[in-house]
Every structure is written in C-alpha cells, then in structure tokens.
C-alpha cells in the first residue's frame, strides 16, 4: 500500500485513521457478520450507529436542541432546487449572495423553483473578493438569505457570519463546515455534500431549525419535504448507509483529534504555511484573491509562466501529490485543505513548490 | 471474521469476492495512492471506472445503444416522483399498476405530480396474486404505465413483461434486476435503487430509451431532469462514487460468474428449495402467495402458530441467519434470496427450518 498525498477539491482526502477502520471491519462490522453495507437501516444496530452519529455531530457543534439533522441524498445541487420548494411559498422570494461558481449555481438552480433575487454579487470583480456587507439589497420579505461561506473554486470564505437580521440564513457549507468552530444558532438551515470534509460522496449533511420545517407544504412529494425526512430521522425511504457509517467515523475523529477548535487552528497553520511561500515566491506563484477573505479550505494559485503549468502537474504527480489541478473555470492550480489532509502533507507541498521555483523560477 | 448468512431485504448481502476486493484496496485503489472515495470523479482514473461499469452492465443486459444509463441518487423512492417530473406533461396523466406497498406509494408520491390512475390492483387480495391482464383498464392516452415487476414485501413477481402496446412501460426493478436475463427493449424506463441486487444504498442504476429523454421538460431544475444527466455522463454533480465502483465490482462478479442466465438459474433453485420446505412442512409453514407469482427474491412465509416467532428469530439469528423477519406491514417472516446469497446459505436455512419445525411442530 502506498498513500499519496491527496489535495483533491472533492471527493477529497479521508483521515487514514477512519479508512483502517472501515478496512478493518468491511466484512464485519461490530460483531454483526455482515458488513455495514449488508444490513438494514432499519435494524438495531444501524439505528444505534444512525443515532450515535448524530448526536457526536451535535457535540462537535454544540448544536442547540431547536435544529434537526438530516442525512440526506443528492449532491449540493439537488437542493439548490429543494430549498426554494422547501423554505419558500410558490411565487415566493428569496436573496441570494453570489460569490463564486457554485453560489452562481445555487441561483440558477432555484429560480424554477423561487423568485432568486441576487442581493450581492463580486461577479463583476472575477469572484476575487466578497461583495461588502454594506452594499448587500437584502429584501426583509424574503423567505431566506442563502450565501456559500467558501467558494472551492477561487478559495474565497466568509471569517465571519453576516448579519441578515430576522431572515433566516442558509448556508451551502459543503467545503468548510467542520473546518473551525461554528455558531449554529445564527442560521436557518446549513447543508453540506459530505464529500469535502465529512465523508464519502452521496450523502448532504443538512442542519435545520425546526420553525423552517413547520413552514407549509408546497404540494411536492413527500421524499422532496425536509418535515418528512426530519419526522422520519432521515428514514422515508432507505439511506446511504455507508456514507452515514464513515461520517460517523470521521466525526469520531474529529473529537479524538480535539474537536473543531484544534481543526480551526490547525486549518489556519495549513493554509497559513501555504499563503506563506506563495506570497514569498517573488511572483512565481500568486493568489490573487482578497487577503481578507482567502480561503483556509482551498489555496488557488498561478504560476508566473502558464507555460510551466504542465510540468508543475507532471513533476508533482511523480512526487506523490494528487489533485493539485485547479478547476477547469479559473486554470491554475489549488490545494484543497480539508480536516483530513495532514500538516505534514503541506510541509511536503510547500518544500516541493519552492524547490520547483528555485528550478524553474 | 465471522460471516453470518444474510437474508436481509434491503440494504442486503453483497458477493464477498466483492467485499474482499473493496477491502483489499481499500486505501490505495488501482495504484491511485488514495481509496477510490478520495479521487475527483472527473479525474481520468474514476472516468474510466465509470465507463467500464456502464459497459458490462451493457453487456450483462446486452442491451440495446438506444438506451443511456444513469447512475443516480435518491433511492427509488424519489423516482417515484421524479419520473413523472420527467415523463409527463404538466396536467398530464400516468397509469400505475398497483401489486403490493411500493407499487402503492409509487402512485401516492407520483400523485404530487402527474394525475396517477391506478388502471389495476390486486388490494383486495391483499397483495397476494397479479391482477390479469385482462382487467387491467390502460388508456392509450397515459404518459407511461408504471408497474414493480416484483414486490419485496409479499414476495410477488410478474415471471413475464406485460404487453401494454406503445404506451411506454416504466418498471421499478429495485428488487429484482440482474436476478434473471432480461429484455430491455421490451421497457422505456428501468429503474433500481442499488442496495437488493446491485451494491450499495445510496446509488440508483437507471436505464432509459432515448426517445423518452426528448421529451419537453417542465420548468424543473437541470439537477431533477434525467436529460441533462444523460447528456453529463450523470456527473451533473459529484455522483456516489464509492457506490458507482461497487457497482462495478458486482457487474464484473456476475459476468464471472457466468452472467445473468446463470444467475437466474441459480435464484430458480435457491427459491425453488425454499418453497419446497415451506409447501411440505404439512402447514407448520406457509406461503399464500399465488403459485405462479412468487417471487425468485423474497420468500415470505408464516409460521403456523404466531406465537413461535419470537422463538424461530432468536434461534435463527444464534444460528447465523440474519434478516428474517418480515416487514412489519405483513409479520412473519421473508428470506431475500438475491444474486449474492450463496446457494448453501439457502440449504443451511432449509435445514434450520426443517430442524426448528421438527422440534416444535
């Protein structure tokens, strides 16, 4: 077996601890015969592991007792669409803050759905900043507020939670929930694609505040309402076990690690590190998104000449790191930082990079 | 490791040669240095993962080029929903053929959605034969026919595809796909959640002809419409990709192991032996299924006093069984008998059950 060092945006590194384990007992799991895969979540032991999950993940957060967790399908995207028919009456409206590709997304996705008013945008300046809180056109009618906390793509987070007043906010934390502390209480609904900093792809992790449940139904199959699920504990219809199974182990970890503090400073070291020897690179490297608002999650960068750009991938890839490629939208590269990559994987990255500009440069 | 005999309806037994190879690469997939759960799935290696599933699922079906497969999320039960979304005009009208609870609750959730006429059902007889064909009242006017070729809960199945003309035929297969050779011409739209005969919960395989995909689409978002996942190779977003590649595992076993007449073959004597016992045990148990529809799948049978149950469960499960007890909709008990339930998991479970009926009858 040999490990890489994985920087991939998503699906993206996994702590090697909760890989061992889930190795370990692939074909019998906690003493069952089966593996996890093979049993029914509706079993005794499932409803333990399905319960046991969530209420670690309350703890990490320090959730209050009025929010839900839903473990959920679909990717992000599918509820870009089912917020609106979830959180919004037909013909209602709702803002929405754009600060990247996937809140662009979330827009387009839910004007079938709600009247999508975007209320901010830094479109205009390439997705290199956040639009200021002050010029934000918030519509206090709306039904909700929804931003995306880190755009993946350019690496570009919100450090602080905006002030939306009594609007509920809505957050797609897909690449930065767990990453750092976080005050539940000031949203409305959070979600995430587990594939980032949770878990395998194929599972939304989604933290709801029980008066948004209680808002009327459209009339919308019950597997679309977020009440069912949430009456149901996630069991409507049958789950993504697995994918319950390794967040679970994964939230394990993270308690066993320290928590979400010692993961917020540790983020804050990676990132810092890597900021570092870009911005000591004399130009050869360059992150051109806001210094306030550079992401912990996703460090972007260009090399002075794209020309380099192929070699840069092919001699990392014969080093040992993966994913290194940036998004197909902006070019360049980016190295995702998630819980599960290591300090010393970054060391390594960092060390690599200055030998190439010393080579190259 | 201790390995139970699994007869678990859902999420159920997978191919241990399966399991072992998942487990074996389990942190370095395929020279990759990482688990195939921490690759991108745009990246070159899980892109041709995905193509080589589709393609042995092809050949296992050998199914005909104008039909995509899509590798979805959701479980079948937000296809009840969806399919009409993507079948059916706005106001428009399906006919639903109702055999047992989830033909049932594919009309309930479809009725949010298209007017679902239910054009036959075997209720009345609680769900223990097939309507006729003859009685069925379709029109010719319907977007698709809806129909479960076999019903998990009874242990009921259609041995042969209805005609129902040139209204497209749409089949939820979730329980019994790839159990027995299959004519996909004979369908426009095949449906199965991934976690009876396939791999994991989490993952929906679906086949679909063309034609049906070049239907208008409603005012629904991109991420809910079958075409658009058609025409991104279902990479719309970040497909389950640790599902997509057990799939694989599985389509790869099956074509190994001889292919799908082998299987059907096999699931004909594992289900034949079964009802041997249960139809010779001089009513100690008993199936009341009609005759020529029970089901290859799921075995469901009562015992002849009630009160043995909690007894032949406890026994049972102390001897190694796992899964037997019915759903809690009809009691008794049920053993799921697919593809990767080994024929001697099914003499081991004859030979408990003649021995538990010998001692107790």
Redesign the interface.
């Known amino acids: 077996?040999?490990?890489?060092w994985?920087f991939?945006?998503?699906?993206?590194?996994?702590p090697?601890a909760v890989?061992?384990r889930?190795?370990a007992e692939?074909?019998?799991w906690n003493g069952?015969?089966?593996?996890v895969?093979?049993?029914?979540?509706r079993?005794k032991r499932f409803m333990e592991l399905a319960a046991a999950t969530e209420r670690r993940l309350r703890e990490l957060l320090g959730m209050p007792d009025n929010y839900k967790v839903l473990f959920l399908?679909?990717?992000?995207?599918?509820h870009?669409?089912q917020i609106p028919m979830n959180l919004a009456p037909e013909g209602g409206s709702a803002d929405y803050i754009v600060t990247g590709v996937f809140s662009r997304k979330a827009v387009?996705?839910?004007a079938?759905?709600v009247d999508a008013r975007i209320a901010a945008t830094s479109e205009a300046n390439d997705f290199l900043s956040l639009p200021p809180r002050e010029q934000w056109t918030l519509n206090p009618a709306a039904s909700y507020v929804h931003y995306t906390p880190n755009e993946t793509i350019r690496g570009l987070e919100f450090h602080d939670i905006p002030d939306v007043g009594d609007v509920p906010l809505v957050a797609d934390m897909s690449s930065n929930i767990l990453g750092a502390p976080l005050d539940v209480s000031r949203f409305g609904l959070i979600y995430a694609?587990a594939?980032k900093n949770i878990g395998?792809?194929?599972?939304v992790v989604m933290i709801v505040r029980e008066d948004l449940l209680a808002r009327p139904p459209r009339?919308?199959?019950?597997?679309?309402r977020y009440a069912e699920q949430a009456a149901n504990d996630s069991m409507?219809?049958?789950?993504?076990?697995?994918?319950w199974y390794?967040a679970g182990l994964t939230f394990d970890w993270l308690a066993a690690e320290g928590g979400l503090a010692v993961m917020g400073e540790r983020n804050a070291r990676k990132s810092a590190l890597l900021y570092g020897v870009i911005d000591s690179s004399n130009g050869f490297y360059r992150n051109d998104v806001e210094r306030a608002a550079r992401s912990r999650m996703n460090v972007s960068f260009v090399l002075h000449d794209s020309a380099l750009d192929a070699l840069f991938l092919t001699e990392s890839e014969a080093a040992?790191f993966?994913?290194l490629k940036g998004h197909k939208a902006v070019g360049g590269m980016r190295a995702s930082l998630y819980n599960a990559v290591p300090e010393a994987a970054v060391e390594a990255l960092v060390q690599f990079m200055r030998d190439f500009a010393a080579k190259h440069g």
Chains 1, 2 share one sequence.
């Open positions: 077996m040999s490990r890489d994985n991939s945006a998503g699906p993206a590194a996994l090697e890989l061992k889930a190795q692939l074909l019998d069952s015969g089966a593996s895969m093979e049993l029914s979540h079993g399908q679909g990717g992000a995207t599918q870009f669409a387009s996705e839910a079938y759905h694609g594939q395998p792809s194929g599972l009339p919308i199959a019950k597997i679309l409507l219809n049958t789950p993504n076990t697995w994918g390794l040992g993966i994913g």
